[in-house]
């Protein structure tokens, strides 16, 4: 088993650790000579495509994060509205489902009873589905229009880490494939982009490479046995929330991740003298208004006692004097960012559950694949 696990002490590290490799597995060979983004299996014609005026997300757990991260790419580079549901509640409530509407299913197992469910209901409602799964040939991908398979390689540890980033990269193509067969409305940020998601794995690496001051902040926390939050803004938020559900699906710890704006209509009152609050800043540069909002929610929960861990990008002088602990990532275009503070929050996770005794591979009431509705 030692083997197995290249070294590492558990399944989780060694994943953790493969992330950069993962990722750059996922993007090669999808973009063409031309910068054109080729899915896997494509059973729906460009037409079919450019007919598409509502998008539809579902997923479950750590893949509904995925498809949290997706919804700001996909609106702000298509123009499509989107919407992104937990599978288990998409078809309870009669979604407003036809021919022109795109329901996204991101399952890294492809199996998730759920998730499978959901695309069943889509189907009969005539919409079209395009699947982003880590398991070739499994159910959900077998039942849809269109396919892009990550290549993570088979994930061991139950919480998901290099599962994630890889749904991260494949659903930045997704959207790019949508922009490119609609017609490309910023043409220009498009090809940045796609530069940027190229780099993406070497500054992954970057990130990983620093992770013992997350490891020791994390092991504090554990010795003071505290309950953790993670507040973010737009793409930040659904980060907060996986770092949240890491927690607690490794350490049993109550975690909860906060969008930092709604942290005044109520949650504020949580925050005690020492409490620990991870904050996911956006760059500095360009969208400083989001900056400055999330800087104003660090100080009113300092003034609270807060203890603020702040995950925000190399040299951002700001936050460094606002926050008491900083986590330094590589700059990235905002969309992207997810890509590099979620890192950090996995390593987090990790430790802390593991100053506190748990199985971190293998996790209490939890299975990797759930099959059952
Ligand atoms: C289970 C796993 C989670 C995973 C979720 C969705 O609950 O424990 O880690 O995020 O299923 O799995 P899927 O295979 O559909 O991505």
Known sequence: AAAEKGGYDTFMAKEIHEQPQAVADTLRGRIDESGQIVLDEVRMSDQDFRDIDKVFIVACGTSYHAGLVTKYAIEHWTRIPCEVELASEFRYRDPVLDRSTLVVAISQSGETMDTLMAVRHA???????????NTVGSTIPRESDAVLYTRAGIEVAVASTKAFLTQLAACYLVGLHLAQVRGIKYADEVSAILDELVAAPGKIAKVIENLDPVREMARECAANGDRVLFIGRHVGYPVALEGALKLKELAYLHAEGFAAGELKHGPISLIETGTPVIAI??????????????????????????????????????????????????????????????????????????????????????AKSVTVE
């Open 123 to 133: 189907k009969d409602q005539k919409a079209r589905v395009l699947s982003i799964s």
């Open 281 to 366: 800043v956006p760059s500095p540069r360009g969208r400083s208004l989001l900056h400055d909002k999330i800087i104003s929610n660090i100080q009113e929960v300092k003034a609270r006692g807060a203890r603020v861990i702040a995950v925000c990008e190399e040299g951002d002088k700001i936050t460094a004097v606002h926050a008491d602990h900083v986590i330094e990532t590589p700059a990235s275009p905002t969309l992207l960012a997810p890509l590099l503070t979620a890192v950090p929050l996995q390593e987090f996770a990790a430790e802390l559950a593991t100053a506190l005794g748990r199985d971190i591979d293998q996790p209490r009431n939890l």
